[in-house]
């Protein structure tokens, strides 16, 4: 079966614009997660879902980020006014349920001008 | 807070070595660790996971070990070939079991 996928795989956008990032995850998964990778650096946690609801949204690092997943498969993660600060990969995991091993998606490079 | 460090930061080696990489968690509350492995501009390959009442996995040349009361873990790759040159990273569970909490990996070069 196919992994988890991410769109786009690179996205460039200029200070003050909206973007939303999809994931794909691996069918079946009920636990979907966000993570923020900067170079040099590991993978910070953003949003937790189990099913459609967003358990952990502690890593969220303000009201500029929101993500979704209304049907429990595909998410959305979307930052409103974008700063150049938030360039950064951005990583989508998605598990059996929480607790179980995480698989990663590609990522999606977000370049803010 | 849990917070993973990952010694060395980097190592190269050449090929044909056993090595090890080494993570330490300054929580042992964890309810499992998970090692990955992540080459140049790409996402994650989960290599091994450790539940938190295990002590260790193996898989083909790799082999983790995990203990939970000192917070260590260890990653023993044996026989280095140059395609594992890559950048290792070990992550543990927070408290609530969901979300990782990564160390910032090991890049291991293995040289022909």
């Known amino acids: 079966g196919a992994g988890v996928s991410q769109t786009p795989s690179n996205k460039v956008t200029e200070k003050g614009k909206y973007v939303e990032l999809r994931c794909d995850p691996i069918?079946?998964?009920?636990?979907l997660y966000w993570y923020r990778q900067s170079l040099g650096q590991g993978p910070e946690f953003l949003i937790y879902f189990q099913g459609t609801g967003a358990a952990d949204d502690s890593g969220l690092p303000n009201d500029r980020f929101f993500a979704v997943r209304p049907e429990g498969s595909v998410s959305t993660l979307k930052i409103q006014r974008t700063e150049r600060g938030d360039s950064a990969v951005y990583l989508c995991a998605s598990g059996r349920d929480a607790y179980n091993e995480q698989f990663f998606g590609p990522g999606t490079r977000l370049t803010v001008l | 807070k849990q917070e993973v460090t990952q010694i060395p930061a980097a190592l190269s080696v050449p090929e044909g070595e056993n090595l090890v990489l080494n993570c330490s968690f300054t929580?042992?509350?964890?309810?499992?660790l998970q090692w990955f492995r992540q080459d140049p501009g790409k996402g994650l390959t989960s290599l091994l996971l450790i539940q938190s009442s295990q002590r260790e996995q193996t898989s083909g040349r790799l082999n983790a070990s995990l203990d939970k009361s000192s917070g260590r873990s260890t990653l023993y790759i044996a026989a280095s070939q140059p395609g594992d040159s890559a950048t290792y990273l070990c992550?543990?569970?927070?408290?609530?079991?969901?979300?990782?909490?990564f160390g910032k990996g090991t890049t291991l070069s293995v040289s022909s």
């Open positions: 069918s079946g998964h009920t636990a």
């Open positions: 992550a543990v569970t927070n408290q609530a079991g969901t979300a990782l909490i």
């Open positions: 929580d042992s509350a964890i309810y499992n």
